[in-house]
């Protein structure tokens, strides 16, 4: 079974530019949860989406933006980039919201703001 | 919400059982205790994960306490590449993994 995809691996852009990261769940999976990892930081909580649905948001500003498509695969989207935006962005799926089902984490998508 | 504390940084001899603690004095009853390990640049690997009895898998054994105040990864054969951080956190409340507090981890550096 394939695990989870993301695309692009990496990427740079520019301060004041938007980025649309994508992120393909394993098959089945319902649930896919967005997070950002600094170095020196734990992962921080983005969003959680399951069924289309956003269920949770973390406290990032309202640049910040995904969304899940009807075949579970998701997006986030950051406008207005900043400097401070350059991090590894993780995306993890699971077969359901259940705290007994693992997540399930793709190799990330690393963004470089200069 | 719940936390786990880990030690910053442990060693093992290759071949040898790496042992990597983890303190969760605040467990209420329906949490589940997950390990996770994060290899330099990769995702985090899901490894393990229990409610209160003890668990073994192909990569790992996981050792909780009675009270449930604290836990204990084990890889009984540790090799080169499981240097890695090793993430122990708790999750306990369905549909919510915002409240998944992921700390910094243990870096475990496993020698020659």
């Known amino acids: 079974k394939a695990g989870v995809t993301q695309t692009p691996r990496y990427l740079i852009k520019t301060r004041g530019q938007q980025v649309t990261l994508s992120c393909s769940p394993i098959s089945g999976h319902r649930s896919v949860s967005w997070y950002q990892q600094t170095p020196g930081q734990g992962l921080q909580f983005l969003f959680e989406?399951?069924?289309?649905?956003?269920?949770n948001k973390g406290n990032f500003p309202g640049r910040f933006s995904g969304r899940q498509f009807s075949n579970s695969r998701s997006e986030m989207n950051v406008s207005t980039l900043e400097l401070g935006d350059s991090a590894l962005y993780l995306c993890?799926?699971?077969?359901?919201?259940?705290?007994?089902?693992?997540?399930?984490f793709g190799n990330g998508t690393r963004l470089t703001v200069t | 919400d719940a936390k786990t504390t880990q030690p910053t940084s442990m060693d093992c001899a290759e071949g040898r059982a790496a042992n990597l603690p983890c303190n969760h004095s605040t467990i209420s009853g329906n949490e589940y205790v997950y390990w996770y390990r994060q290899i330099h640049s990769q995702g985090p690997q899901y490894i393990i994960h229990?409610?209160?009895?003890?668990e073994t898998n192909e990569m790992a054994s996981l050792i909780i306490t009675e009270d449930r105040k604290s836990s204990t990864l084990i890889l009984p054969h540790a090799t080169l590449r499981d240097t890695a951080v090793y993430y122990c956190i708790l999750r306990f409340e369905a549909g919510n993994n915002r409240k998944l507090i992921w700390g910094l981890g243990t870096s475990l550096a496993v020698n020659p």
């Open positions: 989406y399951f069924s289309e649905t956003q269920r």
């Open positions: 993890a799926s699971s077969t359901s919201s259940s705290y007994n089902s693992p997540l399930h």
């Open positions: 229990g409610l209160k009895n003890n």
